[in-house]
């Protein structure tokens, strides 16, 4: 007896739609802009509900700033996947992948628009507060001791702009992407001066017989 051959439907890979998004943002022409103009959607939604959960950041704002705001956001997360479709690997839905990029730029946007013509303080207000923290009532002479050394080694061991920066973030909570805006720097740099000027820190107070948690093994 002959054995029939069973064919069943050619089904489409789980990862077809995201290969799909990515070969029609590659199109040159109406399919190509139907694609972005499909995308630009998606990613102003995602930005516009990022926006409004940090509604409270944003009181300030007059009617359409913050629906302006969105736009900026979704145009340069835009731009932003445009850019990386080659690092997506499909690990995730192309939409979720892109998502992230809209609620980034959104969060950045709300975070400096709050900080516009705020001045971002580098010095004497995270000194009081490291002051204040350190002579709280009930504190322990030994962590007064440490505040105090904590103080000594960060005007001691860092370099200029290892301090700004980890007085500006650490201590007087300014967002580090307005940092770098103020500093003409990138966030990429400013982190790197923060991890370095926390291991410098653990170094020297652990040098003075501080015991300090978050170490990490030195090469």
Known sequence: MATA?????????????????VKRLRAVGPEGEAAVAELHALLLKAARFEIGRRGAELRHLRGGDADDLAHQAADDALVAVLGKLDDFRGESRFTTWAYKFALLEAAVKVRRRAWQGR?????????????????????????AELFAALREEIERSLGPRQREVLVAVALNDVPIDVLAERLGSTRGALYKNLHDARRKLRRALAARGFEVGGGEEER
């Open 5 to 21: 051959l069973m064919t069943t439907p050619t089904q489409r890979p789980a990862d077809s739609p995201a290969r799909d998004w």
């Open 119 to 143: 001045e971002v303080p580098l010095e004497d207000e995270a000194w009081r507060r490291l002051a204040d923290a350190g002579a709280g009532a009930g504190r322990r002479a030994e962590e």
